[in-house]
Every structure is written in C-alpha cells, then in structure tokens.
C-alpha cells in the first residue's frame, strides 16, 4: 500500500525526496508553488527533470497540489484568467518533474447557486486543458460543503466531470475528513459510502486519496484536519485503510502536525491501522481510535524525528 504526506519543497524537490524516504514515506505530495499566490514561476524543466527521476529511481510517487486562493467558479473575468495562467503553470511544473497529477479544489458559487458555479467552473477547467496539453492529470478535490463550496458529493463532482470536454484529462481526488465533514462518510454507514465511491464512473477516474481525520463533525460542513486517532472520524479511518479499493490508490496524510518529522508517526500509525495492528475503544461520534505511534521510534527511521521547524507547512484544512 503507498501511504505517504505533504511536505515543503522550500529547500528544494530533492531535498523533500531525501524527507521522504526519511519519514518511511512511499509518496509525498508538494506545492508547485507558492500556495497563497497567482505569481508565475518560471519552469525549469532541464534541472527539475533530473530531480523528478530522482524520486523515481526511489519509488516514490509526487503528486501535486494547486494554490489554495484559485476559485474556478469565480464571476470576475480578470480573476478567472489568473486563476486559470496560475493552474496551467502548475501543471507545467508538475510536468517538469515527472508528477501525473496535481489537486485541484472545487470552485465556490459565492451565493450565485449551485449550478452557476458549476457551469462557471466546468469552462474554467476546459480552458486550463486547452491551454496546457501535457500528461499532468488534474484532479478535482471533494470538499467539506464550506461556504458556498461546490464538490460535496459524488453526485455533485460526476455534475462537474460529466460536462468537461477535457474529462478524460480530469480525475479525482477523495479527502477524508471533508468526505465526513460534508456527511458524505458517517459513523455506521461506511458501505453505503463504499458503493458511492465504488460507482464506476467515479471509480475510474479516482486517482489519489487523502487521509486525514476531522476536527469536525459529520455532515457539519467545518473543513477542519485533525491528527489520525484524535478527531472525530473513529473507526471510519480504520475501515477505510482495510478496504482493498483503498489500499489500490495512493494515500496522502495531512494532518497538522507540529513539525514535518510527525508524519513518520502518523504514517506508522496508517500503516499498522491498514494491517490490522491497532484496537479501538469506545465513546465518541465513531468509536475513536487509541492515538498510537507517537513520539515511538519507528519501523522506517529507528529513531524518534528531529524537532526541527517545518517550513511551508500545509494547513489543517484544505
């Protein structure tokens, strides 16, 4: 099973390849960019080339994920072009260096409806494909139903997908906690999350998975992480990582944790939930789960992560 986390790039794509294999990780998922910024960045593609064969040779899988201020449904004709320049050229990046796809939210309606932001967001997305012809997929990411968030749902992301003429282009990515948070995924009735997800005209183009628990509860629409074990998801997480359609797709952790050398806990902790290894007690929305791992010495590192600072640290929401 691939089960890796988000980690910074701020001290360069090799230096977050060495973090990876560091923390036990088989995949880490990065920021093209500066994620709270439009600003272009020129691609190198000779010298980024070279660091993405490097995470190659190591067997680890990148995956990307786009600036958190794009709005794909936005009705501003000035901001819709720069929010469509910044995708293409995360994408761009992503190409450079080997990564086959790059995360996308959904767009936010801004009180305009539903389907307006749909329809906005549908040509917002067909014209960044226009634009960038690579083999860098773009996945559309659930959400939590915030605001005026669009993507809640299956039903809501194929209204999306079926209407792209880029669609083969364009896949998915399943979060977690915002699955819950949107009550999507609720205590007790995890197999009829299963069959949605199992449909298969989502089914084929899910790509990628990210794991996080909730600070929230289910169906409250707070797209808030917390650290696996210690929100409010419960058994949900375990049953999740045991199920074999699961365990076919890359998983992603990003819980907020303190410092990026956490996740070599939390990673261990997937790991031993996926294999069976850990019990649950009772209490709580989903019967939560005993927080183990922590602060251990680990299978993959053999010794406790260093308490270094960790730069460009992706929040617990998003």
Same mark, same amino acid.
């Given at each position: 099973?691939?089960?890796?986390?988000?980690?910074?790039?701020g001290?360069?794509?090799?230096? &977050?390849?060495?973090n &990876?294999?560091?923390?036990?990780?088989?995949?880490?998922?990065?920021?093209p960019k500066?994620?709270?910024s439009?600003?272009?960045?020129?691609v190198?593609?000779?010298?980024? /080339?070279k660091? +993405?064969?490097l995470a190659? *040779?190591?067997?680890? @899988?990148?995956?990307?994920?786009?600036a958190?201020?794009?709005?794909?449904?936005t009705?501003?004709?000035?901001?819709? /072009?720069?929010?469509?320049?910044?995708?293409?050229?995360?994408? =761009?990046?992503? $190409?450079?260096? +080997?990564?086959?796809?790059?995360?996308v939210?959904?767009?936010?309606?801004?009180?305009?409806?539903w389907?307006i932001?749909?329809?906005?967001?549908?040509? #917002?997305?067909?014209?960044?494909?226009?634009?960038?012809?690579? !083999?860098?997929?773009l996945?559309?990411?659930?959400?939590?139903?915030?605001?005026? $968030?669009?993507g !809640?749902?299956?039903?809501?992301?194929?209204?999306i997908?079926?209407?792209?003429?880029?669609?083969?282009?364009?896949?998915?990515?399943?979060?977690?906690?915002?699955?819950?948070a949107?009550?999507?995924?609720?205590?007790? #009735?995890?197999e009829?999350?299963a069959?949605?997800?199992?449909? %298969? /005209?989502? #089914?084929?183009?899910?790509?990628?998975?990210?794991?996080?628990?909730?600070?929230?509860g289910?169906?409250?629409?707070?797209d808030?992480h917390?650290?696996?074990?210690?929100g409010?998801?419960?058994?949900?997480?375990?049953?999740?990582?045991?199920?074999?359609?699961?365990?076919?797709? %890359?998983?992603?952790?990003?819980?907020? @944790?303190?410092? /990026?050398?956490?996740?070599? #806990?939390?990673?261990?902790k997937?790991?031993?939930?996926?294999?069976? =290894?850990?019990?649950?007690q009772?209490g709580? *929305?989903?019967?939560?789960?005993v927080?183990?791992?922590?602060?251990?010495?680990?299978?993959?590192?053999?010794?406790?992560?260093?308490?270094?600072?960790?730069?460009?640290?992706?929040?617990?929401?998003?």
């Amino acid at each position: 099973m691939i089960i890796g986390c988000h980690l910074s790039t701020g001290a360069g794509f090799s230096r &977050a390849v060495d973090n &990876a294999g560091r923390l036990g990780a088989d995949a880490f998922q990065y920021f093209p960019k500066n994620p709270r910024s439009y600003r272009i960045k020129a691609v190198d593609r000779h010298a980024w /080339e070279k660091e +993405g064969r490097l995470a190659r *040779e190591r067997g680890l @899988v990148t995956v990307g994920h786009s600036a958190y201020v794009t709005n794909l449904s936005t009705a501003d004709p000035a901001l819709r /072009e720069t929010t469509i320049a910044s995708i293409v050229n995360e994408l =761009e990046i992503c $190409e450079a260096y +080997g990564t086959p796809w790059l995360v996308v939210h959904c767009g936010r309606h801004m009180g305009e409806g539903w389907e307006i932001g749909r329809r906005r967001m549908v040509e #917002a997305v067909d014209e960044v494909m226009r634009r960038f012809q690579g !083999r860098c997929q773009l996945l559309l990411e659930n959400t939590a139903g915030q605001g005026s $968030e669009i993507g !809640r749902t299956v039903d809501e992301l194929l209204s999306i997908h079926e209407a792209l003429e880029s669609r083969r282009r364009v896949g998915f990515c399943l979060d977690s906690c915002h699955a819950f948070a949107s009550g999507m995924l609720e205590p007790g #009735a995890y197999e009829r999350f299963a069959a949605e997800v199992r449909r %298969p /005209e989502f #089914a084929g183009y899910l790509r990628v998975v990210h794991f996080n628990d909730s600070k929230g509860g289910a169906g409250e629409q707070v797209d808030r992480h917390a650290l696996l074990g210690q929100g409010r998801m419960g058994a949900l997480l375990v049953e999740m990582l045991r199920d074999p359609f699961f365990q076919a797709l %890359p998983v992603i952790i990003e819980t907020p @944790v303190a410092q /990026e050398d956490d996740y070599a #806990a939390e990673i261990e902790k997937a790991r031993r939930w996926a294999m069976g =290894e850990d019990s649950h007690q009772e209490g709580g *929305e989903a019967a939560p789960l005993v927080a183990t791992g922590q602060g251990r010495k680990t299978e993959q590192t053999g010794a406790k992560p260093s308490r270094a600072k960790k730069p460009g640290r992706k929040p617990a929401g998003g």
